[in-house]
Protein backbone atom coordinates (compact mmCIF):
# COMPACT_ATOMS: atom_id res chain seq x y z
CA UNK A 1 0.00 0.00 0.00
CA UNK A 2 1.62 3.50 -0.57
CA UNK A 3 -0.22 5.74 1.40
CA UNK A 4 -0.39 9.87 0.64
CA UNK A 5 1.63 12.27 2.74
CA UNK A 6 -0.68 13.12 5.07
CA UNK A 7 -1.35 9.34 6.35
CA UNK A 8 -4.73 8.83 6.86
CA UNK A 9 -4.97 6.76 9.80
CA UNK A 10 -8.59 5.61 9.67
CA UNK A 11 -8.42 4.79 6.07
CA UNK A 12 -5.64 2.37 7.04
CA UNK A 13 -7.51 0.86 9.63
CA UNK A 14 -9.83 0.24 7.12
CA UNK A 15 -7.89 -1.45 4.68
CA UNK A 16 -5.81 -3.81 7.77
CA UNK A 17 -9.58 -4.65 8.37
CA UNK A 18 -10.91 -6.29 5.50
CA UNK A 19 -6.81 -7.77 5.04
CA UNK A 20 -7.16 -9.10 8.21
CA UNK A 21 -10.03 -10.95 7.00
CA UNK A 22 -8.30 -12.52 4.23
CA UNK A 23 -5.20 -13.32 5.58
CA UNK A 24 -3.03 -10.58 3.67
CA UNK A 25 0.12 -8.61 5.07
CA UNK A 26 -0.18 -4.60 4.95
CA UNK A 27 2.65 -2.72 4.28
CA UNK A 28 2.21 0.88 4.55
CA UNK A 29 5.01 3.36 2.37
CA UNK A 30 5.61 7.26 3.06
CA UNK A 31 4.90 9.15 -0.08
CA UNK A 32 7.83 10.66 -0.23
CA UNK A 33 9.44 6.40 -0.68
CA UNK A 34 7.49 5.99 -3.46
CA UNK A 35 7.97 7.93 -6.36
CA UNK A 36 7.05 7.43 -9.62
CA UNK A 37 10.66 6.38 -10.06
CA UNK A 38 11.11 4.20 -7.39
CA UNK A 39 7.91 2.17 -7.85
CA UNK A 40 9.89 -0.32 -10.24
CA UNK A 41 12.06 -1.38 -6.94
CA UNK A 42 9.60 -1.30 -4.78
CA UNK A 43 7.70 -4.15 -6.60
CA UNK A 44 10.60 -5.61 -7.33
CA UNK A 45 11.62 -5.77 -3.37
CA UNK A 46 8.43 -6.00 -1.71
CA UNK A 47 6.36 -8.42 -4.58
CA UNK A 48 3.25 -7.34 -3.69
CA UNK A 49 -0.15 -8.97 -4.71
CA UNK A 50 -1.70 -5.71 -5.19
CA UNK A 51 -0.96 -2.09 -3.98
CA UNK A 52 -3.38 0.84 -3.08
CA UNK A 53 -2.45 4.54 -4.33
CA UNK A 54 -3.93 7.10 -1.96
CA UNK A 55 -3.58 10.42 -3.71
CA UNK A 56 -4.65 12.63 -1.15
CA UNK A 57 -7.55 14.53 -3.17
CA UNK A 58 -4.55 15.46 -5.90
CA UNK A 59 -4.03 14.84 -9.59
CA UNK A 60 -1.68 12.01 -8.95
CA UNK A 61 1.46 10.97 -10.94
CA UNK A 62 1.42 7.32 -10.20
CA UNK A 63 -0.67 5.54 -13.54
CA UNK A 64 -1.36 1.40 -13.07
CA UNK A 65 1.84 1.16 -16.23
CA UNK A 66 4.13 1.98 -13.20
CA UNK A 67 2.97 -1.33 -11.50
CA UNK A 68 3.32 -4.04 -14.30
CA UNK A 69 0.88 -6.53 -13.48
CA UNK A 70 0.48 -6.02 -10.32
CA UNK A 71 -3.46 -4.76 -9.59
CA UNK A 72 -3.53 -1.61 -8.18
CA UNK A 73 -6.60 0.75 -6.72
CA UNK A 74 -6.72 4.56 -6.04
CA UNK A 75 -8.18 6.38 -3.17
CA UNK A 76 -9.00 10.13 -3.76
CA UNK A 77 -7.46 10.53 -7.08
CA UNK A 78 -9.42 12.86 -9.11
CA UNK A 79 -7.79 12.12 -12.26
CA UNK A 80 -9.71 9.30 -13.60
CA UNK A 81 -7.82 8.86 -17.31
CA UNK A 82 -4.77 8.17 -14.91
CA UNK A 83 -6.16 5.31 -13.17
CA UNK A 84 -7.09 3.45 -16.49
CA UNK A 85 -8.95 0.72 -16.09
CA UNK A 86 -8.18 0.57 -11.94
CA UNK A 87 -10.88 0.78 -9.87
CA UNK A 88 -11.11 4.14 -7.47
CA UNK A 89 -12.87 5.26 -4.41
CA UNK A 90 -13.38 9.10 -4.29
CA UNK A 91 -15.89 11.20 -1.60
CA UNK A 92 -19.27 12.33 -3.32
CA UNK A 93 -18.35 15.80 -3.83
CA UNK A 94 -22.04 16.68 -4.56
CA UNK A 95 -23.08 14.79 -2.00
CA UNK A 96 -21.20 16.96 0.25
CA UNK A 97 -22.43 20.26 -1.49
CA UNK A 98 -26.18 19.25 -1.08
CA UNK A 99 -25.76 18.29 2.14
CA UNK A 100 -24.00 21.78 3.12
CA UNK A 101 -26.43 23.46 1.53
CA UNK A 102 -29.28 22.34 2.54
CA UNK A 103 -28.27 22.59 6.26
CA UNK A 104 -27.05 26.44 5.71
CA UNK A 105 -30.64 27.34 3.65
CA UNK A 106 -32.34 26.62 6.46
CA UNK A 107 -31.11 29.80 8.69
CA UNK A 108 -32.30 31.71 5.16
CA UNK A 109 -28.89 33.47 4.51
CA UNK A 110 -28.53 36.68 2.85
CA UNK A 111 -25.82 35.40 0.72
CA UNK A 112 -23.43 32.10 1.01
CA UNK A 113 -19.90 31.93 0.72
CA UNK A 114 -17.31 28.87 0.28
CA UNK A 115 -13.87 29.36 1.81
CA UNK A 116 -10.88 26.96 0.36
CA UNK A 117 -8.00 25.03 2.53
CA UNK A 118 -5.00 27.06 3.48
CA UNK A 119 -3.38 25.24 0.27
CA UNK A 120 -4.36 25.27 -3.10
CA UNK A 121 -5.78 21.76 -3.71
CA UNK A 122 -7.79 19.64 -6.54
CA UNK A 123 -9.94 18.36 -3.48
CA UNK A 124 -10.87 22.19 -1.65
CA UNK A 125 -11.61 23.10 -5.70
CA UNK A 126 -14.08 20.58 -6.46
CA UNK A 127 -15.66 21.07 -3.15
CA UNK A 128 -16.13 24.71 -3.58
CA UNK A 129 -17.45 24.60 -7.29
CA UNK A 130 -19.57 21.74 -6.05
CA UNK A 131 -21.36 24.07 -3.42
CA UNK A 132 -21.59 27.19 -5.55
CA UNK A 133 -23.23 25.44 -8.72
CA UNK A 134 -26.03 24.74 -6.29
CA UNK A 135 -25.96 27.79 -4.83
CA UNK A 136 -26.55 29.27 -8.13
CA UNK A 137 -28.87 26.76 -8.96
CA UNK A 138 -31.05 28.42 -6.52
CA UNK A 139 -30.96 31.63 -7.58
CA UNK A 140 -28.38 32.96 -4.48
CA UNK A 141 -25.13 34.44 -4.22
CA UNK A 142 -21.86 32.56 -3.41
CA UNK A 143 -18.84 34.27 -2.51
CA UNK A 144 -15.62 32.38 -3.17
CA UNK A 145 -12.37 32.86 -0.96
CA UNK A 146 -9.28 30.50 -2.17
CA UNK A 147 -5.46 29.98 -1.51
CA UNK A 148 -3.41 31.38 -4.60
CA UNK A 149 -0.58 29.13 -5.97
CA UNK A 150 2.75 30.09 -4.46
CA UNK A 151 0.82 31.91 -1.54
CA UNK A 152 2.37 31.43 2.02
CA UNK A 153 -0.47 29.88 4.49
CA UNK A 154 0.26 33.22 6.52
CA UNK A 155 -0.51 35.56 3.67
CA UNK A 156 -3.91 33.30 3.26
CA UNK A 157 -5.05 33.49 6.52
CA UNK A 158 -4.77 37.41 6.67
CA UNK A 159 -6.47 37.37 3.58
CA UNK A 160 -9.49 35.17 5.28
CA UNK A 161 -9.01 38.25 8.22
CA UNK A 162 -9.81 41.01 5.58
CA UNK A 163 -12.13 38.66 3.82
CA UNK A 164 -14.53 37.86 6.77
CA UNK A 165 -14.58 41.57 8.60
CA UNK A 166 -15.97 42.39 4.58
CA UNK A 167 -18.76 39.80 4.67
CA UNK A 168 -22.34 41.19 4.54
CA UNK A 169 -24.61 40.33 7.51
CA UNK A 170 -26.59 37.17 8.04
CA UNK A 171 -23.79 35.41 5.51
CA UNK A 172 -23.69 31.53 5.13
CA UNK A 173 -20.19 30.29 5.05
CA UNK A 174 -19.58 26.51 3.96
CA UNK A 175 -15.40 25.80 4.79
CA UNK A 176 -14.07 22.74 3.10
CA UNK A 177 -12.19 21.20 6.37
CA UNK A 178 -12.06 22.25 9.95
CA UNK A 179 -8.86 23.81 9.93
CA UNK A 180 -10.48 26.05 7.61
CA UNK A 181 -13.46 26.79 9.88
CA UNK A 182 -10.95 27.31 12.45
CA UNK A 183 -9.41 30.20 10.55
CA UNK A 184 -12.97 31.87 9.55
CA UNK A 185 -13.68 31.73 13.77
CA UNK A 186 -10.86 33.34 14.63
CA UNK A 187 -11.33 35.87 11.83
CA UNK A 188 -15.07 36.53 12.95
CA UNK A 189 -13.79 37.03 16.83
CA UNK A 190 -10.99 38.86 15.77
CA UNK A 191 -13.62 41.57 13.78
CA UNK A 192 -16.41 41.47 16.70
CA UNK A 193 -18.51 39.41 14.01
CA UNK A 194 -20.55 37.34 16.26
CA UNK A 195 -21.80 33.61 15.12
CA UNK A 196 -24.41 32.60 13.88
CA UNK A 197 -26.45 35.57 14.50
CA UNK A 198 -24.11 37.61 12.23
CA UNK A 199 -22.58 34.74 10.38
CA UNK A 200 -22.71 31.47 10.17
CA UNK A 201 -20.47 28.31 9.93
CA UNK A 202 -20.27 24.91 8.52
CA UNK A 203 -17.27 22.80 7.66
CA UNK A 204 -16.75 19.01 6.37
CA UNK A 205 -14.76 17.23 8.41
CA UNK A 206 -12.44 13.96 9.21
CA UNK A 207 -12.10 11.78 11.86
CA UNK A 208 -10.06 13.03 14.65
CA UNK A 209 -7.14 10.87 14.29
CA UNK A 210 -6.32 12.24 10.70
CA UNK A 211 -8.07 15.85 10.60
CA UNK A 212 -7.30 18.69 12.84
CA UNK A 213 -10.71 19.09 14.37
CA UNK A 214 -13.67 22.39 13.80
CA UNK A 215 -13.37 24.49 17.11
CA UNK A 216 -16.20 22.90 18.97
CA UNK A 217 -19.13 24.97 18.60
CA UNK A 218 -18.69 25.02 14.38
CA UNK A 219 -21.41 22.21 12.92
CA UNK A 220 -19.21 19.65 10.50
CA UNK A 221 -20.43 16.89 8.02
CA UNK A 222 -18.55 14.15 9.09
CA UNK A 223 -17.14 10.96 6.75
CA UNK A 224 -16.29 7.74 7.71
CA UNK A 225 -13.12 7.53 6.39
CA UNK A 226 -12.18 3.60 7.99
CA UNK A 227 -14.96 2.93 5.52
CA UNK A 228 -13.42 4.55 2.58
CA UNK A 229 -9.59 2.62 3.00
CA UNK A 230 -12.28 -1.03 3.73
CA UNK A 231 -14.05 -0.45 0.01
CA UNK A 232 -10.17 0.28 -1.42
CA UNK A 233 -9.15 -3.13 0.03
CA UNK A 234 -12.15 -4.65 -1.11
CA UNK A 235 -11.78 -3.17 -4.90
CA UNK A 236 -8.52 -4.06 -4.99
CA UNK A 237 -9.29 -7.54 -4.05
CA UNK A 238 -12.17 -7.87 -6.49
CA UNK A 239 -9.53 -6.25 -9.25
CA UNK A 240 -7.00 -9.11 -8.18
CA UNK A 241 -9.41 -11.65 -8.83
CA UNK A 242 -10.76 -10.27 -11.97
CA UNK A 243 -14.23 -9.06 -11.01
CA UNK A 244 -13.68 -5.15 -10.87
CA UNK A 245 -15.54 -3.76 -13.73
CA UNK A 246 -13.07 -1.72 -15.65
CA UNK A 247 -12.85 2.27 -14.38
CA UNK A 248 -15.11 1.16 -11.84
CA UNK A 249 -15.61 4.33 -9.41
CA UNK A 250 -17.13 4.46 -5.81
CA UNK A 251 -18.44 7.69 -4.28
CA UNK A 252 -18.65 7.70 -0.89
CA UNK A 253 -20.93 10.27 0.56
CA UNK A 254 -21.22 12.05 4.31
CA UNK A 255 -22.79 10.19 6.91
CA UNK A 256 -24.38 12.62 8.66
CA UNK A 257 -24.26 16.70 10.16
CA UNK A 258 -23.14 16.87 13.32
CA UNK A 259 -25.19 20.53 14.07
CA UNK A 260 -23.35 22.86 16.85
CA UNK A 261 -23.88 26.23 17.50
CA UNK A 262 -22.65 28.06 14.68
CA UNK A 263 -25.72 26.84 12.29
CA UNK A 264 -28.29 27.25 15.35
CA UNK A 265 -30.12 30.16 14.38
CA UNK A 266 -29.55 33.60 14.61
CA UNK A 267 -31.72 33.85 17.90
CA UNK A 268 -30.21 35.58 21.24
CA UNK A 269 -28.83 32.58 23.57
CA UNK A 270 -30.83 32.49 26.34
CA UNK A 271 -29.49 30.22 29.53
CA UNK A 272 -32.20 27.85 29.57
CA UNK A 273 -32.03 27.32 25.96
CA UNK A 274 -28.35 26.12 25.71
CA UNK A 275 -29.24 23.99 28.79
CA UNK A 276 -32.10 22.57 26.58
CA UNK A 277 -29.69 21.67 23.97
CA UNK A 278 -27.61 19.89 25.57
CA UNK A 279 -30.46 18.04 27.27
CA UNK A 280 -31.87 17.04 23.70
CA UNK A 281 -28.18 15.54 22.94
CA UNK A 282 -28.10 13.67 25.68
CA UNK A 283 -31.50 12.55 26.20
CA UNK A 284 -33.07 12.63 22.32
CA UNK A 285 -32.13 8.41 21.78
CA UNK A 286 -34.23 7.71 25.47
CA UNK A 287 -37.33 8.98 24.78
CA UNK A 288 -37.43 12.30 25.67
CA UNK A 289 -40.06 14.20 24.05
CA UNK A 290 -40.74 18.17 23.05
CA UNK A 291 -43.47 18.15 25.74
CA UNK A 292 -41.18 16.81 28.29
CA UNK A 293 -38.55 18.88 27.87
CA UNK A 294 -40.44 22.04 27.72
CA UNK A 295 -41.88 20.50 31.53
CA UNK A 296 -38.08 21.02 33.23
CA UNK A 297 -38.26 25.02 32.00
CA UNK A 298 -40.35 28.17 33.33
CA UNK A 299 -43.34 29.22 31.42
CA UNK A 300 -45.48 27.77 29.09
CA UNK A 301 -44.91 24.88 26.62
CA UNK A 302 -46.20 27.38 23.58
CA UNK A 303 -43.88 30.20 24.67
CA UNK A 304 -40.68 27.82 25.23
CA UNK A 305 -41.23 26.69 21.96
CA UNK A 306 -41.46 30.22 20.31
CA UNK A 307 -38.64 31.16 22.44
CA UNK A 308 -36.20 27.94 21.18
CA UNK A 309 -37.46 28.70 17.33
CA UNK A 310 -36.70 32.35 17.42
CA UNK A 311 -33.36 31.48 18.92
CA UNK A 312 -32.12 28.20 16.81
CA UNK A 313 -34.59 28.67 13.39
CA UNK A 314 -36.63 25.14 13.73
CA UNK A 315 -38.31 23.67 16.11
CA UNK A 316 -37.88 21.49 19.38
CA UNK A 317 -38.96 18.26 17.59
CA UNK A 318 -36.62 19.22 14.59
CA UNK A 319 -33.51 19.13 17.07
CA UNK A 320 -34.94 16.04 19.07
CA UNK A 321 -35.53 14.21 15.63
CA UNK A 322 -32.41 15.39 14.28
CA UNK A 323 -30.20 13.96 17.00
CA UNK A 324 -31.98 10.69 16.72
CA UNK A 325 -31.20 10.37 13.17
CA UNK A 326 -27.35 11.07 13.76
CA UNK A 327 -27.19 7.70 16.00
CA UNK A 328 -29.67 5.99 13.56
CA UNK A 329 -27.58 6.91 11.40
CA UNK A 330 -24.15 5.59 13.29
CA UNK A 331 -25.84 1.99 14.03
CA UNK A 332 -26.67 1.76 10.32
CA UNK A 333 -23.10 2.37 8.77
CA UNK A 334 -20.87 1.06 11.98
CA UNK A 335 -22.50 -1.96 13.25
CA UNK A 336 -24.85 -4.70 12.19
CA UNK A 337 -27.28 -3.73 14.53
CA UNK A 338 -30.77 -5.32 13.40
CA UNK A 339 -32.26 -2.62 11.62
CA UNK A 340 -35.38 -3.65 13.28
CA UNK A 341 -34.18 -2.79 16.63
CA UNK A 342 -32.52 0.46 15.56
CA UNK A 343 -35.54 3.07 16.26
CA UNK A 344 -36.31 1.52 19.83
CA UNK A 345 -32.41 2.55 20.14
CA UNK A 346 -32.91 5.53 18.87
CA UNK A 347 -35.88 6.76 20.62
CA UNK A 348 -38.46 6.20 17.68
CA UNK A 349 -42.23 5.18 19.12
CA UNK A 350 -42.62 2.73 15.97
CA UNK A 351 -40.17 1.14 13.21
CA UNK A 352 -42.49 2.81 10.77
CA UNK A 353 -41.87 6.16 12.19
CA UNK A 354 -38.01 5.88 11.74
CA UNK A 355 -38.22 4.32 8.28
CA UNK A 356 -40.98 7.12 7.32
CA UNK A 357 -38.19 9.94 8.37
CA UNK A 358 -35.54 8.12 6.82
CA UNK A 359 -36.92 7.82 3.41
CA UNK A 360 -37.69 11.57 3.90
CA UNK A 361 -34.35 12.66 4.42
CA UNK A 362 -31.90 9.86 2.89
CA UNK A 363 -34.77 8.97 -0.08
CA UNK A 364 -33.87 5.90 0.46
CA UNK A 365 -34.58 2.72 2.83
CA UNK A 366 -32.61 1.93 5.58
CA UNK A 367 -31.36 -1.16 4.37
CA UNK A 368 -30.26 0.57 1.33
CA UNK A 369 -28.44 2.97 3.25
CA UNK A 370 -26.87 0.51 4.85
CA UNK A 371 -25.56 -1.40 1.90
CA UNK A 372 -24.38 2.22 0.62
CA UNK A 373 -22.78 3.18 3.44
CA UNK A 374 -21.62 0.45 5.86
CA UNK A 375 -18.20 -1.26 5.53
CA UNK A 376 -19.50 -4.47 7.82
CA UNK A 377 -19.16 -6.41 4.72
Not at 185 to 203: G, Q
Request: some cysteine.
Amino acid sequence: MISGDTCQLARLAGMRRYAAARGWEVEELRRQDSRASMIGGIIARHGPAGCIVEGDGRMDDLPPTLFGRVPVAYIDVLDGALCGDAPRVIIDFDAVADTALRELSALKPSCYAAVGFVRPHEWSAYRIAAFKRRVEACGKRCIVLEAEMGESVESYIARIREWVAGLPRGCAIFAVQGPTARNILDAARAASRNVPRDLAIFCTAGSEETDTPPPENVSRLLFDFERVGYIAARLLDDRMRGTCAPRHVERVGPLFVERRESTRGRGRREPHILKALEMIRREACNGLTARDLAARFPGSRRLFDLRFREALGHSVLDEIIHVRMEQASTLLAKTDTAIGAIAGMCGFGSDSALDKLFRSRYGMSMREWRKRNSWLK
